[in-house]
């Protein structure tokens, strides 16, 4: 991969372990990373094959595991060193992490490390391109939860041209995703399900108006049903643009539906998954 990938993974890793106590949340991360925060944990998860937060709990927990069995610091500090606010909720991620609490490893006095994730083996490739994308105005309706569930968000939209009479109006059908599912849950997801309309038309509740700015992209042709989405995601981030010296921008990823899932078996359904890049590339 590009140094630049490379670099930034290893220094988000370096302060992670250099800050066990300190802000890090998936915004901090991001900043640490020199990355719009809604590509970093895509790209991060993507390449290490885990979450942040699960590259968070490893470290902090290993740091404790250490302090356990090198020292005899009071356990209420070493949960305040390693970023838990309480004894309790300390021993209670300890446990998930070793099997056994804090005292009865530090009994056992032998230092190793925490579950490690399993790598993030081969992810099927799939075709990407650069294109120049236009701007878009959307008519959109947010959507929270469940990324799969949104086409019951889209049929409402739906719904709302077919009795507004704005289908001459309509041109693509567009979703925007502002979450990473592998770190937000589920029922917090959000996103956006919209219709790409003209600018003459006025919108009104519970429409919202969501503008798509103009500019390079890196566009997935992906075919196939919507569940296998994730891999391609991964291949996107993880692969393809941590593979070169491309800068994501500072917009979340769409989709863009080119035929419509009513009216054509899933193997055969058409997404095109885009990803805003910088106008310039960063060295």
Not at 33 to 55: D, K, L, P, Q, Y
Request: glycine share 8%.
């Amino acid at each position: 991969m590009p140094a630049k990938y490379e670099d930034r993974l290893l220094r988000v890793l370096r302060h992670i372990h250099d800050n066990p106590a300190g802000d890090l949340s998936l915004d901090a991360l991001a900043e640490v990373a020199a990355m719009s925060r809604f590509h970093w944990h895509r790209v991060f998860h993507a390449m290490t094959g885990e979450s942040c937060a699960e590259a968070v709990r490893r470290a902090r927990m290993y740091r404790a595991a250490a302090a356990l069995v090198q020292g005899d610091r009071p356990l209420r500090l070493i949960a305040g060193d390693v970023g838990y606010p309480s004894q309790q909720s300390f021993t209670r991620a300890f446990r998930a992490a070793y099997g056994l609490t804090p005292g009865a490893f530090r009994h056992r006095g032998v230092l190793v490390p925490p579950h490690c994730p399993a790598s993030k083996g081969d992810h099927p490739m799939y075709p990407v391109e650069t294109l120049d994308q236009p701007a878009r105005r959307l008519a959109a309706l947010p959507h929270r939860g469940a990324y799969i569930r949104i086409g019951e968000t889209f049929d409402a939209v739906a719904a709302i041209f077919s009795a507004r009479g704005l289908w001459p109006h309509a041109h693509e059908m567009i979703g925007v995703y502002y979450d990473d599912p592998a770190a937000v849950a589920e029922g917090d997801l959000r996103s956006k399900a919209g219709i790409v309309i003209d600018e003459e038309v006025t919108l009104a509740a519970p429409l919202e108006e969501v503008r798509l700015p103009a500019g390079r992209y890196a566009v997935m042709h992906y075919k196939g049903p919507y569940p296998g989405l994730e891999a391609a995601y991964k291949y996107l981030y993880g692969d393809w643009l941590a593979g070169t010296d491309e800068e994501p921008g500072d917009h979340p990823p769409i989709e863009i539906y080119l035929n419509d899932p009513r009216n054509i078996a899933p193997e055969d359904l058409l997404t095109d998954v885009c990803v805003p890049l910088r106008a310039e590339v960063v060295a």
